[in-house]
């Protein structure tokens, strides 16, 4: 299994060039999850959602003469403007600015986080939103934002965008902080900023594929197959993609009790989270038929082991789980953590295990990764990527099937 493990990843990271929500390659990637799961015997559901592919193609800005290095925010809309620079760096000074028609530069603590999507819902807080309705009643030409580090909410990429956001409809660039210092003393002089960042009307798919008979009773094993632009996603999150195609093969022969869902999630890096969001809809007064979600997310780093992290799991669930991540040192009980698609079933009162690599759940404040052209096949061990799929294997054969 190895072998299909390096093959499958190869496929989704190199194959495919980008494979962002509404791209082409995401499309490719989805028929790419059909098509080796199918020959398996599992029954394969596929609803499309309206979905914006983004094409970035550069921005610039100039000022007295002076060029700025900046980078056209994730589903900003494109302009041409020349126009004031005014800025603010913290909440009091963006209530006080006239920023209307202007160039509004965001920086310091206004910037220290990335925003949450203003549709959101499943994190979203209050500052973030009266930043969002701020900035939308200021009446920018456009918003420039001075960003350093965030790996908590944005990766490792440096500078990340403070805004993600296809529901926002002001055009906005982000740079570094280095060169928010340099437009700082040109606040009050003309600047002319050009991005000519694209939104395209486009769709995506959202997929399940099942086994079993007894309908009343589901175990959901989930992993996003989508990534951000500009990187191959390799740990974030096709590793996750390429477990949940071994344990295709793995449950070929599987007939008979509660259902198996493979659940290839297309959103977790996205803004409107659709593919999560058409699960839930479709899936409204039903929870209660999940006995537990699998979620494999940042899984297969080749530095140290597996991390199997229980969230309300019961006993005698949590023993089997023990008694398995007992039998080698390769895989370890890891520490709770709720940034991914297993938050939608404990929201819903559903038994999850989170299941990532030790070394991204200790670092996630610090590393330089997802996110990143890093995200590479490379830095991936398949030997883990076969182990993860085993246990799973055998911990819903020993917990559910015997």
């Excluded at 925010?73 to 209530?95: F, H």
């Excluded at 499943?122 to 001075?146: R, V, W």
């Excluded at 999630?265 to 699960?279: R, V």
Aim: proline share 5%.
């Amino acid at each position: 299994m190895k072998e299909k493990s390096q093959s499958y990843l190869h496929q989704l990271c190199l194959g495919i060039s980008q494979r962002p929500v509404g791209s082409a390659g995401n499309q490719e990637a989805t028929n790419f999850f059909q098509e080796v799961v199918s020959p398996f015997g599992w029954e394969l559901e596929s609803n499309t959602f309206p979905a914006l592919d983004w094409i970035d193609n550069g921005a610039e800005l100039t000022l007295r003469g002076e060029n700025y290095q900046v980078y056209p925010s994730p589903y900003a809309e494109g302009c041409s403007t020349d126009s004031v620079l005014v800025s603010a760096g913290n909440l009091e000074e963006l209530k006080g600015i006239d920023a209307e028609g202007q160039l509004l530069l965001i920086h310091g603590e206004l910037a220290k986080e990335q925003l949450m999507p203003k549709n959101f819902v499943f994190y979203n807080p209050e500052e973030h939103q009266e930043i969002i309705a701020l900035l939308e009643g200021k009446k920018p030409a456009a918003i420039l934002t001075a960003t350093g580090r965030n790996a908590s909410l944005a990766g490792g990429v440096y500078p990340f965008p403070l805004i993600e956001d296809g529901d926002f409809h002001i055009p906005s660039v982000y740079l570094t902080e280095e060169e928010g210092s340099r437009l700082l003393s040109e606040v009050g002089r003309t600047g002319t900023l050009v991005s000519r960042a694209e939104r395209i009307q486009s769709e995506g798919y959202h997929l399940v594929a099942k086994k079993g008979n007894d309908q009343g009773k589901r175990i959901t094993i989930s992993a996003h197959i989508d990534a951000k632009l500009g990187t191959p996603g390799a740990i974030d999150n096709g590793t996750g993609v390429v477990i949940l195609m071994l344990l295709a093969e793995l449950f070929k022969d599987y007939r008979e009790g509660p259902v198996l869902e493979l659940l290839p999630f297309n959103g977790e890096d996205y803004y409107a989270a659709s593919g999560q969001m058409l699960f839930m809809d479709q899936n409204r007064g039903h929870f209660d038929e999940i006995m537990i979600n699998i979620n494999i997310d940042g899984a297969g780093y080749h530095i140290g082991p597996s991390a199997f992290s229980p969230l309300n799991l019961p006993e005698p669930l949590l023993s089997n789980l023990k008694e398995i991540l007992g039998s080698t040192e390769d895989l370890i009980e890891g520490a709770p953590w709720y940034q991914g698609d297993h938050s939608i079933f404990l929201q819903g009162g559903v038994p999850a295990i989170a299941v990532s690599s030790a070394w991204f759940v200790d670092h996630v404040d610090s590393q330089q990764i997802t996110h990143t052209p890093a995200d590479h096949p490379d830095i991936v061990n398949h030997d883990r990527v076969v182990e993860i799929a085993r246990a799973i294997q055998q911990f819903i054969r020993v917990s559910y099937l015997t």
